[in-house]
């Protein structure tokens, strides 16, 4: 407690604590369980920030700081990341994203689609 009161910026410091604690947690419990034994698993522990907008933007900018991360092949090979190698391999990945969607064209389309109206049992 006493590193988070005299921080610089005391708010952040503890989030990063309640991040850290939330990752052990359920790392712990990914690892005890049996709940996902022979899966493929990916937990990604972070950071939301939430930025103030300025004066003409609508909504707030959110920044994800990754933390840690489990990873699990179906054989129940595991090993973790810190901060570092998730970043890391982050920037490792291909910009070709063959399965990427275009968010605005979907919400458009979804605009634009006939209305489906469902009538309740009591009408």
Same mark, same amino acid.
């Given at each position: 407690?006493?590193? $988070? ?15 850290? *604690? ?26 939301? *920030? ?36 998730? *970043? ?27 209305? $489906? ?7």
């Amino acid at each position: 407690m006493p590193w $988070i009161v005299s921080s610089k910026f005391p708010l952040l410091t503890a989030a990063k604590a309640n991040t850290q *604690v939330e990752f052990d947690r359920t790392y712990r419990t990914l690892v005890n369980g049996d709940a996902y034994h022979g899966k493929r698993l990916i937990f990604i522990s972070g950071l939301n *920030v939430d930025i103030s907008p300025h004066r003409y933007q609508v909504f707030p900018l959110t920044k994800f700081v990754p933390w840690a991360a489990f990873v699990q092949d179906n054989n129940d090979h595991c090993f973790l990341l810190e901060q570092e190698d998730i *970043v890391g391999r982050l920037f490792e990945q291909s910009e070709y994203k063959p399965d990427e969607i275009d968010l605005e064209a979907v919400i458009r389309k979804m605009e634009d689609a006939e209305e $489906i109206r469902i009538k309740l049992c009591d009408e």
